[in-house]
């Protein structure tokens, strides 16, 4: 059974920058494309940014140029640093796999004040 742990979350001001962190457990995660998603309140989840094991990236149009997607294989880690955040950057945070979903974690939750 996969695991996914995500942290580093919290309360910013608008322009500031968080780094949030992803563990996985349970999975060959080097193989594994993975992805940040999030939810803001009252929407639905959406895809952030992605991974390929290989370790090209992708971005949703809205926070290219501010947040940039890392992995550490031998730490089974995924990482997003956050800068320049924004009001409508808030939401709760999630890690999973780029693709085929693993069942998701916790999450955690980023809170942007203007």
């Known amino acids: 059974q996969v695991q996914l742990v995500e942290s580093g979350g919290g309360l910013v001001q608008a322009g500031g920058s968080l780094r949030l962190s992803c563990v996985a457990s349970?999975?060959?995660?080097?193989?594994?494309?993975m992805g940040w998603y999030r939810q803001a309140p009252g929407k639905q989840r959406e895809w952030v940014a992605g991974?390929?094991?290989?370790?090209?990236?992708s971005y949703v149009d809205s926070v290219k140029g501010r947040f940039t997607i890392s992995r550490d294989n031998a730490k089974n880690m995924v990482t997003l640093q956050m800068n320049s955040l924004k009001p409508e950057d808030t939401g709760v945070y999630y890690c999973?796999?780029?693709?085929?979903?693993?069942?998701w974690g916790q999450g955690t939750q980023v809170t942007v004040s203007s």
């Open positions: 991974i390929a094991s290989g370790g090209s990236t």
């Open positions: 349970g999975s060959i995660f080097s193989l594994d494309a």
């Open positions: 999973n796999r780029w693709g085929l979903l693993f069942p």
